[in-house]
C-alpha cells in the first residue's frame, strides 16, 4: 500500500502563486509515475501534470508555462509549482501515483482546495 497526503492549497487572488506538495510512503518502490489531477465543481476529473521516474513531464495545455512539476525523491515528494493562477484553476487537487499508462489506476491521495480569486 501507498499513502499520499497533499498540502499546500489555499486561497489565493488571481495572478498568484501556491506551491502543492504531495508526500508519498509506504510502498513506493511499486509507483514510477506521479501526477497531479484536479476537479472543479460540476466537472470531470482532469489530468493537469504528469512526472515519470526519469523526470519525463506532461502539462494539461491550459497550465503549460504557468505550473511546473518536479519530484524530491529523496523526500518521496512532488510538487506543483503554480504562477500565474487564474480563477479557472479554481479545483481540488490530487496527488496520484501509479505504474506506468495505467497510473490513474493506482493510488490517489485525499485533495487540496485550491481557490483562485478574481
Known amino acids: 500500500q501507498v499513502q499520499l497526503v497533499e498540502s499546500g492549497g489555499g486561497l489565493v487572488q488571481a495572478g498568484g502563486s501556491l506551491k502543492l506538495s504531495c508526500a508519498a510512503s509506504?510502498?513506493?518502490?511499486?509507483?514510477?509515475?506521479m501526477a497531479w489531477y484536479r476537479q472543479a465543481p460540476g466537472k470531470q476529473r482532469e489530468l493537469v501534470a504528469r512526472i515519470t521516474s526519469d523526470n519525463s513531464t506532461n502539462y494539461l495545455d491550459s497550465v503549460k508555462g504557468r505550473f511546473t512539476i518536479s519530484r524530491d525523491d529523496a523526500k518521496n515528494t512532488m510538487y506543483l509549482q503554480m504562477n500565474s493562477l487564474k480563477p479557472e484553476d479554481t479545483a481540488v487537487y490530487y496527488c496520484?501515483?501509479?505504474?506506468?499508462?495505467?497510473?490513474?489506476?493506482?493510488?490517489w491521495g485525499q485533495g487540496t482546495q485550491v481557490t483562485v480569486s478574481s
Open positions: 509506504g510502498s513506493i518502490f511499486s509507483i514510477n509515475v
Open positions: 496520484n501515483g501509479g505504474r506506468g499508462r495505467y497510473h490513474n489506476y493506482g493510488y
